[in-house]
């Protein structure tokens, strides 16, 4: 069997379609390959990107919250120095007002014991001008009594000048037109 050139060149231009149909079709699958790959490339890049994403949201809502419980921290630190520092003053008016009381009692007692000087300063100026009404009045009964020692001397004389046999014993007391009665010897007083 004789083979035609023809057929020969046919079949390798057969061959060489065939072929390069081949490279075609590997090409064809290498790029859809390549897509392929890079889809998935970037899939996973997508997938990276947003994982450091939910990473750093979580860093971020970490740090956030840290935040918040700091801030509430310092608000109430600011509260709790604020009730020491209202604690503190009321403590303060507490004690000013301690000490007004003090200072109040104090000239309370103070007006008290000028009260009572005074009081016992009349009291002693009621009892000098007492013991002088006294006094006062001691010496005018001595010198009453003394007048009246005078008079009954005078008229025991003038009744013994007078030749008047009046006797009188030594222990007898006299009748004045007073009605009082005196010693003839002595004074109560000790007024001669």
């Known amino acids: 069997m004789a083979v035609d050139r023809f057929t020969v060149r046919r079949f390798a231009v057969e061959r060489l379609a065939v072929l390069r149909l081949a490279v075609l079709r590997f090409a064809v699958l290498r790029f859809a390959v390549e897509r392929f790959a890079g889809r998935r490339f970037a899939v996973l890049r997508l997938a990276v990107l947003r994982l450091a994403v939910e990473r750093l949201a979580g860093r971020r809502f970490a740090v956030l919250r840290l935040a918040v419980l700091r801030f509430a921290a310092e608000r109430l630190t600011v509260r709790r120095f604020a009730v020491l520092r209202f604690a503190v003053l009321r403590f303060a008016v507490l004690r000013f007002a301690v000490l007004r009381f003090a200072v109040l009692r104090l000239a309370v007692l103070r007006f008290a014991v000028l009260r009572l000087a005074v009081l016992r300063f009349a009291v002693e100026r009621f009892a000098v001008e007492r013991f002088a009404v006294e006094r006062l009045a001691v010496e005018r009964l001595a010198v009453e009594r003394l007048a009246v020692d005078r008079f009954v001397v005078r008229r025991r004389a003038a009744a013994g000048i007078a030749g008047t046999a ?10 004045l037109v007073s009605g009082e009665e005196y010693c003839n010897d002595c004074s109560s007083l000790g007024v001669s």
């Open 166 to 175: 009046a006797s009188v014993e030594s222990g007898s007391s006299l009748e």
